[in-house]
């Protein structure tokens, strides 16, 4: 059964899904209502054609500029820095951020070949000197793993050459190892509101 090994191998692909997940997931598609599959799919091709990249700040949106970078009411003077679009969705469960984000859209990670430049690095230089209101502070909050606290020092580094901008780095409340999006809304609104200066 060549088509299911096919949809099974598809299905694996996919984040945090096993290889007995995946085959799981297929059977059940397979098991699925015809009209079932087929809105999924459209779902699918929906979304793929109408979400891209926020033009300022690389969230996902379906329009040119995310909700966030067109709400007027954002402390525009304050960006906070993160690896994924869930991560956005995180840090806004916690109600505890009222700035703009900068998406990088991964982490540093030279074995997987992942360096500065496969990031939104150079969009975030660009972005700080061009901004309409002068950024006071920079958040970073990477995932505090390897790759993210990697990730979080080579940004400390190259935001030295603005003069003026205060970096900090979410507080440690968020446990070490962990994915942003995994924790709880609490202990990620105590880690912003805890952040420290990155010396």
Known sequence: M???QKLTASLKRLPGIGPKQAERLAIFLLRSPQFETDN???ALREAKAAIHLCRQCFDFTDREVCR???DPARDR???C????????????????????YHVLHGSLSPLDGIGPEALRIKELSDRIKSSATPIAEVILATDPDTEGEATALYLAEQLKAFAGLRTTRIAHGVPLGGDLDYIDERTLSH???GRRAFS
């Open 2 to 4: 060549k088509s299911l």
């Open 40 to 42: 999924l799919i459209a």
């Open 68 to 70: 966030f970078c067109a």
């Open 77 to 79: 003077a304050v960006l």
């Open 81 to 100: 820095i993160v690896e994924e679009p869930q991560d956005v969705t995180a840090i806004e469960r916690s109600g505890g951020f009222k700035g703009l």
């Open 191 to 193: 880690a912003l509101a």
